[in-house]
Nanobody, 115 residues
Framework: QVQLVESGGGLVQAGVSLRLSCAAS????????MGWYRQAPGTERKAVAL???????IYGDSVKGRFTISRDNAKNTVYLQMNNLKPEDTGVYYC?????????WGQGTQVTVSS
């Protein structure tokens, strides 16, 4: 059973940086994609950044140039480096993995950016 555990969220002021981590365990070796989704209050969960098992990346338009997704295969961990944070980046950030066609989600970590 794949498990995803996020960490690194918090309350920060606009303009600063945060790095989120997602540690994966339990049969993650056959993963197709891993990434991060964000859900703001009253809105749908939306993709922020994705990385494939081949290393290709996709970013949401609102975070291009500010966020960087990366992975450490040895640690089965995916990171999201978030720079120049804005109040509109506020939300719960969920780690997502697609493993053998099956989606898995972490429990989420809150990021709050004050102006």
């Amino acid at each position: 059973q794949v498990q995803l555990v996020e960490s690194g969220g918090g309350l920060v002021q606009a303009g600063v940086s945060l790095r989120l981590s997602c540690a994966a365990s339990g049969g993650i070796s056959g993963w197709n994609y891993m990434g991060w989704y964000r859900q703001a209050p009253g809105t749908e969960r939306k993709a922020v950044a994705l990385i494939s098992n081949l290393g290709s990346t996709i970013y949401g338009d609102s975070v291009k140039g500010r966020f960087t997704i990366s992975r450490d295969n040895a640690k089965n961990t995916v990171y999201l480096q978030m720079n120049n944070l804005k109040p509109e980046d506020t939300g719960v950030y969920y780690c997502h993995a697609l493993v053998g066609g099956t989606p898995y989600w972490g429990q989420g970590t809150q990021v709050t950016v004050s102006s």
